[in-house]
């Protein structure tokens, strides 16, 4: 899934850790972009194509310049591919990156077919209104005088009131519909947002929501494999709807049973996710399975 991580007051010595746990855990590859905003509050961009050139831009801003904060996003294409459609994405001096698969009301003069970018014309227009958004997200917008966060109640997002991130890293916990206002000096407004529940975006959830596999209402995978292993247990069932591709090929390669289950344990934690032994033991279970079979 597109995947996206907001670091404020921003330390270099430690919070180039945090990036870089963040990276490790995000296998989304269809472009990659940053937003940077110094201490002097100058807000500059990247969008990059290739994960080791934008890295190498990244880092090399941070050491140039004293930095307040920094939005990182991996993309998942949901619709167009190409440089013009990583995050962020501007208008009017505000600039956004998204998670999530969204429709919203009106015509906007936007550049891409992007659903990420008529969001954040919507977002501007209406000063944030969020019930008449079809689908669902959470985003970062910053502009000369604020960074925002909004999240609904289905596109994860995991803080400690300083970092927020899709992926729930170590000491962070989920927070849900809200929209959350930072000023330059800081302090922070938190207000509740209304959303309206809609199918909009459901076919596209296994991509954006990290999904595997498309899921189905019955509990049934679109693939032989694993409907054919499919279990009662719903934490094993949850953690094979929710890895993505990338990281299930990844658990088919490794040789011995401890780094499986450790790679298995990490896993669930990036997923918030608390497996049990028995939990483990199960999806152990598949992936040899499907070796010997």
Known sequence: MCKHILIT???????????????TRTHDNDGFGAIIRTKTN???????????????????IL????????????????????????????FKGNYLTHNGVV?????HEVKTKNDSEALLHHLIKTEYETETIQGYFSC????????????????????????????????????ALQ?????LNNARVMT??????????SDKSYLSLGH??????????????????????????????????SEENELFHFRTATDLKLSIKDIGASLGMRLTKKDIKKIMKYFYFERTA
């Open 9 to 23: 007051e921003f330390n270099y010595d430690t919070d180039l850790n945090i990036i870089k746990d963040f990276a």
């Open 42 to 60: 100058e807000l500059m961009t990247i969008k990059s194509l290739s994960l080791a050139s934008f890295y190498v831009d990244l880092t090399s």
């Open 63 to 90: 050491l140039c310049y004293e930095v307040s904060q920094v939005v990182v996003h991996h993309r998942t294409s949901t619709n167009g591919t190409g440089i013009e459609y990583a995050h962020p994405f501007e």
């Open 103 to 107: 429709t919203v009301k009106g015509t």
């Open 140 to 175: 970062f917008v910053l502009n000369e005088l604020t960074t925002t966060i909004v999240v609904d109640d289905t596109a994860p997002i995991y803080t400690d009131n300083r970092v927020y991130c899709s992926h729930a890293l170590d000491g962070l916990t989920k927070i």
């Open 179 to 183: 929209k959350i206002v930072i000023d």
């Open 192 to 201: 509740p947002i209304i959303v309206t529940k809609s199918s909009y975006g």
């Open 212 to 245: 595997s596999y498309d899921y189905r209402s019955d509990y049934s995978f679109n693939t032989p494999d694993y409907g054919a292993y499919y279990d009662d247990d719903n934490n094993v069932n949850d953690f094979f709807q929710l890895i993505t591709t």
